[in-house]
């Protein structure tokens, strides 16, 4: 039906905050960023209807292009009309909404599990229960936990090929005990991931009660792990489940050419695009949404995606937080936090998703937050980049050239060189790496471009679409503090030479513009140390919207234990990396953190008895009374201004 | 153009709302299109699932196939049974008999065992608006228009209540403890100006309050705020922020009204928003304004301030510069320029403002 369309393309990516939209066109014959727009995605309240922010976006690319977009009935123009009216392609991607809803089950938590979560960790669930033989309740317990987890997909994995089959036969008869139980219209879709050996009586025994998807064994053997094919069923079911939601969904996936497909996915096929395209190094994009994030890493010659749900700076700030520890925020942070301090700001952080930090301390927080997030999603990256279910500890990070960075928090620092020093602390590349970020969103509709026109692609992705940071040089080892690490010499086009020293310790940027080119040559001087292994470079690299970048910090990173440590460091980074004079931190800052009050242990306060509540709540009133007369006054002080002002 | 997040308080608007039975339950609509509704009047009736007892057969009757168990059947699936109801058996009153432990519908029988669902919870979903049935939801509920007063917070509990409203005493919520039989305050919803503590949670729990808006709590009442019976909205966040004197001033005009306090919990994947409705009758010939949900930022706006130091305060926007700003902190973001009321000009991230009142 479009075969014989050529011509403009309408993109959007509908994210947990985000709604981003780009229109391409042909301009002398070759693919164009013509227009794009941004605003605020609208699954939630008043509308909960994402097209409702969809259209705001279209409206504005109207007015910024004069072209006319939508039709009376709100509905994009396809295909382009001779008034130019309207477009001939419109795609869409979406990381917004509820993931799947996921029950995993397996032999053994460590083997089949761990690969079963690594496996479904490629596409958007969230896992609601887990069953296993090492599980200790009942068959009933087990049976009633299943319905009442509600949920929309259960992956059976388990057994190495020609290994155990009764176990887990076993299992999934309590799964089919429990489906029998279920209305059928709110059964889960099965996905069989184990031993191929059972699959007939797998098909057996749910073929005629729900929709049952096949995949090769994620576990052949306890050595060997294959997870690309439970992958793509996953990505199956997804797109099956997006589909029959309501909340706009559905008008969007009818406008557009391949309905909505997962924002991930794109990441997935853009950087094995990447990857392809050249030989030297791997790819690596890494996107750190409001609910959701993913890292996608092209890798000896093998692309792979990890969508994580309980990572995200916004919707999902708290459950970042509880899936980290306090003592590995802390790491990031130059003062000294409690528990109960992190808890209000990802708690209030997940009410105001779209917020971003407005004092100092703040800012820390949200950074800490977000390079702890970043960490975690490379951990889980790590057993698939190195084929094992348990990858060596402490490994560096595989040569990656390009890393490109996305989401809001990482994007919209306002400064390249901030954004760049962010990817360098949570990523620590070693060696050369081109830093990139995507602060468009263009990834992800590039994704969905691919399916529909893949020379639009292929030449939008060649206009330097996104944008570069500049190329970092990161020192291995650990070069001493304070001490000569690197001498570098940049002679740049117009025959401006420059000589520095980077000392240990130290962030050092040269400004060099995105398209300009310069003789970099360096000299790594601290014993023990290199760049991506040489102890000399000598090389023509191009700048970026930071400039050449040279991390003398060296790898792994070495943050001080304390805070007062930290504090002579991180804000030291910022002020290198952004060339803003040094921020002092506020010296009360480093009180110890106040502990929590016992009252607010309601678990572990003994339930009084009623006359004796009454007295200590009149002791405690009293007490509180002054503090409150006190803060009272000040507040009506304030009220009673904001009345005359009002 | 630039949308703002919103969050509407307003002393007179029409609203729309959806009153629906829970996700989990099946259930039938009980009003009709056009109906005319009370706070009170049931909308919607279902029974929400309930749990699966397992009763094992093959060892207590040592069957050596499990298909025997078949023969033994005194009751079908299907059928509602009696705690102590015999189930299975060679005769229904003697002999070895299984008898069933709890009250509820016979739901399978197979693997050599009988599965009984406990006796599903009734529930009811009630208008909790008094006005007009505008739309239906096959088999989940209505849509109601009603026209009142409107303040939506921040943050719920998950519970809903209808009560009489009421401010807190002078000396605050915990003032309330008392050693009376007399509770004043119970099934009211109170309003409070102060952050909540856990002695607060204490007040309310002792003292029998039906709910309460707030303007704060505590992070570390998370778990506890959610386990309570009682209705907790929050109408600024977790910390200690204090409630923003117009939206208290609203609020307070409404002392001894009927209302409706949906505490409705935002989550990762359902933004939902709390709110206060107090229904108002309406004035001769005169429909309220429906809130404005379509508006961009512009200079002259009121807003409300989401972030600290300036979390709550309200101010007015008085300029949009068209560059991004630099922050004290070293963040440089689109920004607009706001006068705040309690005096003062600050440059403010406009993902940090909400449009106020409208």
Sequence with gaps: MFANRSGSILAADLGSVHTRLV???????????????????????????????????????????????????????????????????????????????????????????????????????????????????????????????????????????????EPILQLARSVQLALLLMDRARRPVILYAGNSAIVPQIRTMFDSMTALFVAPNVRPSLEEEYLDGAQLQLGQAFDAYKATRGGGFDTIGQMSERGVLPTAQSYNLIVEYLGRAQTDHGV????????????????????????????????????????????????????????????????????????????????YIEHALLRTGIQLLVEASQPIWYNTAQPPLNVPLPSFSPIIGAGAGLTRTGSPGFTALLMLDSLQPEGIANLQVDPHGLIPVLGALASVQPEAVVQVLDSTSLESLGTSFSVSGQPRTGKAALKVKIKTENGEVVEQQVDGGNVWIYPLDSGEKAEVEIRVLSRGTSIGGKGRIKQ???????????????????????????????????????????????????????????????????APKPEKRARRGRRGKNEEAEQETKNDKEVNELDDLRNVLS | ?????????????????????????????????????????????????????FVEATGFFRLRNETELVDLMLVEIGEQVAAGQVLAGKQATKGKRLVSPVTGVIVYVGQGRIIIQETPEEIEVEAGLTGQVVGIRPNQGVVVEAFGALAQGVWGNGRRLIGPLRIEPEDGLEAIFDDTIDRPYAGSIVITRRSL?????????????????????????????????????????????????????????????????????????????????????????????????????????TVRLTRAPYAGLIGQVIGLPKTPQLLDNGLRVPCAQVDLITGGKVMIPLANLEIFGK
């Design chain 1, 23 to 165: 229109l391409f066109d042909l301009v002398d014959g070759s693919y164009r960023l013509i227009a794009r727009a941004e605003g605020r995605t609208t699954s939630g309240f008043p509308f909960y209807d994402v097209n409702v922010g969809l259209v705001r976006a279209v409206k504005t690319i109207s007015e910024v292009t004069d072209r006319v977009l939508l039709n009376p009935t709100q509905r994009i123009i396809i295909p382009e009309q001779p008034d130019r009216s309207g477009v001939d392609y419109f795609v869409a991607t979406a990381s917004t909404g509820r993931p799947l809803r996921t029950v995993m089950l397996g032999l053994v938590p460590e083997i089949s599990i761990a690969s079963g979560l690594r496996a479904a960790a490629g596409t958007y669930v969230e896992i609601v229960g887990t069953f296993s033989l090492d599980d200790t309740r009942s068959e009933e317990q087990q049976v009633n936990a299943l319905v009442k987890s509600s949920p929309d997909l259960v992956l059976i994995t388990g057994g190495t090929e020609y290994g155990a089959m």
């Design chain 2, 197 to 301: 503590k856990a002695v607060s949670l204490d007040a309310l729990e002792t003292q029998n309050i039906g709910g309460v808006v707030a303007p704060s709590m505590d992070a570390a009442l998370y778990e506890r705020a959610l386990d309570m019976d009682v209705a907790i909205m929050l109408t600024e966040g977790f910390g200690d922020i204090r409630m923003s004197s117009y939206l208290f001033s609203l609020l307070e005009g409404f002392n001894g009204r009927q209302t409706t306090l949906d505490a409705v919990l935002p989550t990762r994947w359902d933004a939902g928003r709390p709110e206060v409705f107090i229904n108002l009758p309406p004035k001769a010939g005169e429909r309220p304004p429906e809130p404005r949900m379509d508006l961009t930022l512009q200079t002259g706006m």
């Design chain 1, 284 to 363: 690596l994009a890494v996107d750190v949404g409001s609910a959701v994030s993913s890292l996608s890493a092209f890798v000896n010659g093998d692309v792979n995606t990890i969508i994580r749900t309980d990572i995200g700076l916004g919707h999902s700030a708290h459950n970042l937080f509880e899936t980290t520890s306090l003592a590995a925020l802390e790491r990031w942070l130059p003062f000294p936090v409690s528990h109960d301090e992190i808890e209000t700001y990802t708690r209030n952080k997940a009410l105001h998703p779209e917020s971003i930090p407005e004092s100092l301390r703040e800012m």
């Design chain 2, 1 to 53: 153009m630039y949308y703002p997040e919103q969050r509407h308080t307003l002393a007179w608007a029409t609203v729309r709302r959806e009153r629906l039975l829970p996700d989990q339950s099946i259930g039938t609509v009980e009003a009709r299109n056009g109906q005319y509704l009370n706070l009170r009047d049931v909308v919607a009736r279902g029974r929400v699932p309930a749990r699966y007892i």
């Design chain 1, 540 to 606: 023509t690299f191009e700048g970026g919207t930071a400039g050449l970048i040279f991390d003398a910090r060296g790898r792994p990173l070495t943050l001080a234990k304390d805070a007062r440590g930290r504090a002579g460091q991180l804000p030291l980074w910022v002020s290198q990396a952004t060339g803003e004079p040094l921020k002092e931190l506020d010296e009360r800052w480093f009180a110890p953190p106040a502990k929590p009050e016992k009252e607010a242990e309601p678990e572990k306060k003994p």
